[in-house]
């Protein structure tokens, strides 16, 4: 959780409004299919629904009151990876800025899977 302080008083931000951020960005993104969880059971990566967005999110608050945000995605088939995953980390790090008002260190995507078909 992170505390930002002004005149009026405090707002605390946990870490589920940077992951829920976080997620809808990335999702919402050309060429994303959605946000991946690894299975524990049988190793294989799986498309999260809306709802379970969250798991493949991951966001470290640091000392100095910034976070970094990793991201597992899985990707339409034929997509220029580099791209996307560029378009992905600017997009997720101004949006979660404009929002929250969070320095964002680092934004690393994972592309975990691709869907083919």
């Not at 870490?15 to 299919?33: L, P, Q």
């Not at 979660?96 to 320095?103: A, F, I, L």
């Amino acid at each position: 959780m992170i505390r930002h302080n002004n005149d009026n008083g405090s707002v605390n931000v946990s870490t589920g409004v940077y992951t829920d951020i976080a997620g809808n960005v990335a999702s919402s993104c050309f060429g994303v299919k959605g946000m991946a969880a690894r299975s524990v059971k049988d190793g294989v990566y799986h498309l999260l629904r809306k709802e379970s967005m969250s798991k493949g999110v991951n966001v470290t608050v640091h000392a100095d009151d910034t976070i970094s945000i990793d991201l597992h995605i899985i990707v339409d088939n034929g997509v220029n990876l580099t791209t996307v995953g560029e378009s992905i980390i600017s997009r997720v790090r101004y949006e979660v800025s404009k929002y929250t008002g969070t320095e964002v260190r680092d934004v690393n995507v994972y592309i975990d899977s691709m869907m083919i078909g």
